[in-house]
C-alpha cells in the first residue's frame, strides 16, 4: 500500500493507516460525510464572506504590488487580518476555480492559489449540482424522514480538491486494505492546498463551457415569447419550474431510497407510474415556490431562477456567455455567506426590488472596495 500513497508524508500516512485499520465498522460514505460535517460546524462559527472572481484579482494584484491604492492594500490587510484572528473565510466555489485555471500566466495563477489558501483556509462551497441535491434531500428528509437532521448549512461546504464533487480510487486490486486505502487518499486529499493542485495541473485548462451558445439559444427563445411574459412573478415561475423540472428524478430517487431503507423493499420501475410520481412532486415543489417557501428550503435553484427571471423580464437585456458564471456566484454567496463583494451590475439586479434578496437573505451585497473595506473593518 505504501508504494500507492508514496506522496503522503511518512508520519501522517502511518497515522492515517492505523487510525482507519481500527475503525473498519465505518464505511466510506459515512466517514466522508462525517468529515463533511464537522467542517460545515467549524465554517458557520465565523463570518463568511465569498469573493468573486474580480475580487480575487484585486487582491493577488495588490501582493504582487501591481496595485497600490490604499483601498486594495486596506482590503487585502484587512482580510488577512481577520482571517488570522479566526474572524473570517473567504470561501470559494466551482465558478472561482474554473476562472482561476482560465489564467493563462502560471506564476500569477499560482499567486491567486496561495492568496486563496490563505484566506479561504482550503474551504469551498459544494458545487451547484451537488448543492441543489443536498438542498432537495435535505427538504425532503425535512417534511418526510427523520425529526431531527443536521442543518442545511452543515451540509454543503468541502474542501478545495474536491470542489466538483468527492470521488475515490476504485479500479484496485488490494483485497480487504480497499477501504483503508481509500479512507487514506481521501485524507490527503482533503488537506491538499489550492496550490499543490495548481501545481498537478500545470498549463492544464478547464474544458470549455457552452455557455456562450446557451446565452445565443436563450436570448433566441426570449425575443420568440416575449408578448407571453406579463409581470416579473411569471417570468420567476416559468423559470423555477423549469428549475425544478430538471432535478425531479433525482428528488424522487432520494424519497425511494427513504422508503426502501424504511421497508426493505425494492420498489420496481414502472415507467408510467415513475412519471406520474414525478408530475406529483413537480406540483408539491411548485406550491412551495407559491408560498414563498424556496428561498429557505431550495436557495440555490432559487437565486438561480430570480437572475434569469430578472434577465427574461428586462426587455433591453440580452443573456451573456458571463452571466451564467454570476448567477453561480450570486447563488453560493446570497444564499450561505455573510457578505458578497462583486461587480455593480450584478449588485443592482440582485438589489431590485421584486427579487427580494434583501428580505429573504441575510447577504451584504457590496461592489465598492471602500464599502468591503469599512465593512470588514468595523462590522467584523
Known amino acids: 500500500m505504501r508504494e500507492r500513497v508514496n506522496a503522503l508524508d511518512d508520519a501522517k500516512l502511518k497515522a492515517s493507516i492505523e487510525k482507519h485499520s481500527l475503525e473498519a465498522d465505518i464505511s466510506l460514505s459515512r466517514y466522508v460525510r462525517n468529515r463533511r460535517i464537522e467542517l460545515g460546524k467549524n465554517v458557520t462559527q465565523r463570518k463568511l464572506i ?7 484579482i484585486i487582491l493577488r494584484d495588490v501582493l504582487l504590488r501591481r496595485r497600490t491604492d490604499d483601498s486594495g492594500v486596506r482590503l487585502l490587510n484587512s482580510l488577512r487580518l481577520k482571517a488570522r484572528q479566526e474572524k473570517v473565510i473567504c470561501p470559494i466555489s466551482a465558478s472561482v476555480f474554473i476562472k482561476l485555471l482560465k489564467q493563462q500566466d502560471l506564476q500569477t495563477r499560482r499567486k491567486t492559489a496561495e492568496l ?17 441535491k443536498t438542498e432537495l434531500a435535505h ?11 443536521y442543518p442545511l448549512k452543515w451540509l454543503i461546504w468541502s474542501k478545495l480538491s474536491y470542489v466538483f464533487g468527492v470521488v475515490h480510487p476504485t479500479n484496485i486490486e488490494i483485497g480487504s486494505e480497499k477501504l483503508i486505502f481509500q479512507k487514506v487518499v481521501f485524507d490527503h486529499m482533503w488537506d491538499c492546498t489550492l496550490a499543490e493542485m495548481i501545481d498537478t495541473l500545470g498549463d492544464e485548462q478547464p474544458p470549455e463551457s457552452d455557455f456562450k451558445a446557451l446565452a445565443s439559444m436563450l436570448n433566441e427563445g426570449n425575443a420568440d415569447n416575449a408578448g407571453e411574459i406579463q409581470n416579473f412573478r411569471q417570468a420567476y415561475t416559468i423559470e423555477i419550474e423549469g428549475c ?4 425531479i428524478p433525482d428528488a424522487l430517487k432520494i424519497l425511494e431510497d427513504m422508503f426502501e431503507r424504511r421497508t426493505g423493499n425494492v420498489i420496481k420501475d414502472f415507467s408510467i407510474e415513475r412519471e406520474e410520481h414525478e408530475f406529483q412532486l413537480l406540483s408539491f415543489f411548485c406550491k412551495l415556490s407559491g408560498k414563498n417557501k424556496l428561498p429557505t428550503l431550495l436557495p440555490t435553484l432559487h437565486i438561480i431562477a430570480l437572475c434569469h427571471a430578472s434577465l427574461r423580464w428586462d426587455k433591453n437585456r440580452k443573456f451573456k456567455r458571463n452571466d451564467f458564471y454570476d448567477f453561480y456566484h450570486a447563488a453560493a454567496a446570497v444564499a450561505y455567506c455573510d457578505a458578497f463583494l ?9 438589489e431590485q426590488n421584486h427579487l427580494q434578496i434583501e428580505q429573504d437573505f441575510d447577504c451584504r451585497i457590496i461592489s465598492s472596495i471602500e464599502e468591503a473595506v469599512g465593512f470588514i473593518e468595523k462590522e467584523l
Open 50 to 56: 465569498y469573493l468573486d472572481t474580480r475580487y480575487w
Open 116 to 132: 486563496i489558501d490563505e484566506l479561504s483556509l482550503g474551504i469551498t462551497l459544494a458545487d451547484e449540482e451537488e448543492r441543489i
Open 139 to 149: 427538504l425532503i428528509y425535512s417534511n418526510f424522514g427523520r425529526d431531527s437532521i
Open 244 to 247: 425544478l423540472s430538471l432535478f
Open 342 to 350: 462583486t461587480e455593480n451590475p450584478l449588485k443592482t439586479l440582485l
